[in-house]
């Protein structure tokens, strides 16, 4: 018989689970679980194949000729016994499973997750308690309305969804990089994919949130304020999954060994800091990189930079649970910071990129029902009805009950229960029985007591009547949209006015843009005053109003909207958070991009120097020439791997321009001059040496700063080195206070 030769290394037992893709998580990193039944993953598998195996059909025969079809003479028909050329097609014809009805376009990674305290005192769960444990994740991120071909760098939130492959099994925490949702129910949730969706006559707008139907809903659901705020802030536009926060949303219990239940909110903190683009940046890239996130993320794995964040929990006792004047339980509230503060208990680390993007990032089912002992629900109504939603899309999505039992799905330790068959049942159980209780298979598998770690839900006592009906103290829909605002800086707040104007704006139906003006006006008066000047809508005259639209467009604009401020309510008494603003996040260069722009006789040592310093600090760089591959330059060869025709800098963090004769040559290029010119405009670091520091006063008007802020500029020989370094450490920052950026052309 003949065999692939990644065949004849394979455990060809009928054991359970013995045959799983070489792409699942590496159990040999749980040092934890000591369990002999755990089923082993062989170093390959029959389900893996590579370019250097012979060459088969599904059921292993070998195919001589993959080129030509089977037919009647060498110009005939084909026949129809090509038995080879029909599987072909048709498992071509088959390739596609539905894309997912919200989150359809994702990419993921492989890493682990490790405990730096035991949290024993208010949790059974291992993954929380064994600090000797290396637990093996695989995280998706995703953008929410668009469809899996659309572009990574829309205005969405994003999806943030965590497996951990645990020994008590898996725990699926299903986040999103924004603490609160827009609805209270469940129930909604349909309705509010389906406005924010694209309109179903027309198809229109893809992975867009600026329409009527959305509007039209947000604007008769007054709950989902609080989110608005989030979703028009620079938190949408981020710059790298790696520097976006995660927060489980609801509200979970963490249950301990004597049965207490303590109410837990959980965060992923990213060690990179929390850093967006702007919108203009964005909508550029959509165009010249739609992959950008995802690339970003492959390249950065690929290089050895991992992404890393802490797991943050808030607790709260159930004495407390009545204490503040919101609700635990309304996803559309968040605990600020201020109040419950975050404990830093663990680190999550991304460090391997997967190996087939359908097998594993395509076919991964989180499920928020997905917990483990010592972890339990809170009775937030979004909660429930996810917790009844994602099997039931798993189950449309992959087609059979079985999708558990797919490499990327399947526990790390041994599945055992009753459940037999259905399509595509991979594992073969042995035996005569498939039910319980069973004495002719000596009770096995067998309950876990409580006391031995099986699990038991919180027995939490209930008693109501028989309701549709939401709580009183669901109400307050604009407090936590006010602490928002409130806790912005103001180029924050200027970048939500701007996203306002522009959504609205593009909303055709004149009574859906007034009605979201109202709402605004509730959240704060200048913030509505700007946005009604935009769309050519009046505002009730008050003296914020006033002012604001004096203001509207002006340099100060920022400075004064930092001053516009709201009493809150719903936020236990805390006005403003510090933990809601980007601005005191850390930076750095490390995962971020410099372009480097060069022309024939640019100063090569200084390219060198730089490439070196961005190295030494994580940052990647790309030359970018006239032409792609050899540019002769003072000193040597630089190899040039863009070009400013396909080289946006909207794909870079800073620019970075040698000195040299090249830079005359750069002067007379439009292309670098708006390089520099929308740099500069977007906040970003820019470094010029010698005779390039004249081709940046080209490229700005008059009153730029050029001196500071971002801007490092060497005219002495002799200085460089130290201006390399100052430049390679602003790589990461972006500078809000430039001056003159209304002027900037570009
Ligand atoms: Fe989801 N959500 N969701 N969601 N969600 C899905 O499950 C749903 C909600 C989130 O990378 C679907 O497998 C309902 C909140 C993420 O594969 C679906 C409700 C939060 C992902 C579904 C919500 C999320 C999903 C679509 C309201 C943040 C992507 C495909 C009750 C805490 C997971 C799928 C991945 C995916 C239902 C609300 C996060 C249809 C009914 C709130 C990150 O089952």
């Known amino acids: 018989m003949f065999m692939n030769k990644n065949q004849k290394d394979v455990d060809q037992s009928d054991k359970v689970g013995s045959a799983m893709g070489s792409s699942a998580p590496k159990p040999t990193s749980m040092k934890g679980n000591k369990n002999p039944e755990q089923p082993q993953i062989p170093a390959s598998s029959p389900l893996r194949t590579d370019d250097s195996s012979p060459l088969t059909t599904n059921v292993g025969q ?153 509007y039209d809903f947000l604007s008769l659901t007054p709950e989902s304020m609080h989110m608005l705020m989030w979703i028009m802030s620079d938190r ?48 550029q890239i959509a165009g010249h990189d739609p992959d950008f996130h995802r690339r970003d993320m492959w390249d950065s794995i690929k290089m050895g930079n991992a992404f890393e964040w802490e797991l943050g929990i808030q607790t709260l006792s159930e004495e407390d649970e009545q204490k503040f004047d919101f609700d635990i339980l309304d996803a559309t509230k968040l605990w600020p910071e201020e109040l419950l503060p975050v404990r830093r208990v663990g680190k999550m680390t991304l460090n391997r990129n997967p190996d087939n993007y359908f097998a594993e990032t395509e076919q991964v089912a989180f499920n928020t029902t997905n917990v483990v002992p010592g972890i339990d629900f809170s009775n937030d109504p979004l909660l429930q009805g996810r917790n009844f939603s994602y099997l039931d899309t798993q189950l449309s999505r992959l087609g059979s009950p079985n999708f558990t039992e797919l490499p990327i799905n ?42 031995r770690g099986g699990f038991t839900s919180y027995p939490e006592r209930v008693n109501g009547p028989k309701i549709r009906a939401r709580s009183q103290s669901f109400n307050d829909h604009y407090g936590q949209a006010k602490l928002f605002w409130n806790s912005m800086s103001g180029p924050e707040k200027e970048h939500i ?56 467009d002006s340099v100060d604009g920022a400075k004064q909207l930092a001053d516009a401020t709201s009493p809150t309510t719903a936020s236990g008494g805390v006005q403003q958070s510090k933990a809601l603003s980007m601005e005191n996040q850390p930076t750095s260069p490390k995962g971020r991009k410099v372009a480097i722009l060069v022309a024939a006789g640019i100063d090569v040592n200084q390219v060198k120097q730089l490439q070196q310093a961005l190295t030494k600090a994580g940052a990647m760089s790309e030359i970018v020439g006239p032409h792609l591959g050899m540019i002769a330059g003072d000193g040597g060869e630089l190899e040039a791997t863009k070009t400013l025709a396909n080289a946006s800098p909207a794909l870079f963090d800073a620019v970075f321009v040698p000195g040299g004769k ?27 040496l010698g005779e390039s520091v004249e081709l940046l006063k080209k490229a700005l008007p008059d009153g730029a700063s050029l001196t500071k802020m971002g801007v490092v500029s060497g005219a002495d020989a002799g200085k460089e080195k130290q201006a390399i370094q100052n430049f390679v450490d602003s790589v990461g920052t972006r500078h809000w206070s430039r001056t003159a950026l209304e002027h900037v052309a570009a």
Not at 187 to 200: M, N, Q, R, S, V
Not at 418 to 432: F, L, S, V
Not at 673 to 687: E, N, P, R, T
């Open 62 to 214: 070998p195919i001589a000729d993959d080129q030509n079809s089977l037919k009647a003479g060498e110009r005939g028909p084909v026949l129809l016994e090509d038995y080879v050329l029909r599987e072909k097609l048709q498992h071509f014809d088959h390739e596609r499973i539905p894309e997912r009805i919200v989150h359809a376009r994702g990419a993921a990674a492989h890493g682990y997750f490790e405990l730096y305290e035991s949290l024993q005192d208010l949790t059974t769960a291992k993954v929380l308690t064994d600090t000797s444990a290396q637990t093996p994740v695989f995280v998706r991120f995703s953008t929410v309305a668009g469809s899996r071909g659309s572009a990574d760098t829309a205005r969405d939130v994003r999806g943030f969804a965590v497996k951990m492959y645990t020994p008590e099994g898996n725990w699926d925490l299903v986040g999103n990089n924004i603490p609160v949702f827009f609805i209270q129910d469940a129930i909604k949730f349909p309705d509010l994919i389906h406005a924010a969706k694209p309109e179903p006559d027309r198809e229109i707008p893809q992975a867009a949130t600026a329409h009527d139907t959305f």
């Open 236 to 283: 949408t536009l981020p710059r790298s999954f790696g520097m976006m926060e995660g927060f489980g949303v609801h509200t979970f219990r963490l249950v301990n060994a004597a049965g207490k239940s303590t109410f837990v909110k959980f965060h992923w903190k990213p060690l990179l800091g929390v850093h967006s683009l702007v919108w203009d940046e964005a909508q």
């Open 410 to 451: 399947r526990p790390l330790v041994q599945v055992s229960n009753n459940q037999r068959d259905a399509q595509m049942r991979y594992t073969i159980n042995k035996g005569r029985v498939s039910y319980a209780p069973a004495s002719l298979d000596g009770h096995s598998p067998d309950e876990v007591t409580p006391a």
């Open 497 to 552: 006015v701007k996203a306002l104007q522009f959504e609205l704006s593009m909303v055709e139906t004149r009574a859906v843009r007034q009605r979201m003006v109202e709402h605004l006006g509730k959240v704060n008066d200048m913030l509505a005053a700007q946005v009604a000047a935009a769309l050519g809508e009046t505002m009730p005259e008050s003296d914020a109003s006033t002012k604001a639209r004096g203001t509207a």
């Open 662 to 688: 090249g830079a005359e040559a750069l002067k007379k290029k439009g292309d670098a001059q708006v390089f520099l010119a929308q740099s500069y405009k977007h906040g970003k670091a820019i470094g010029v």
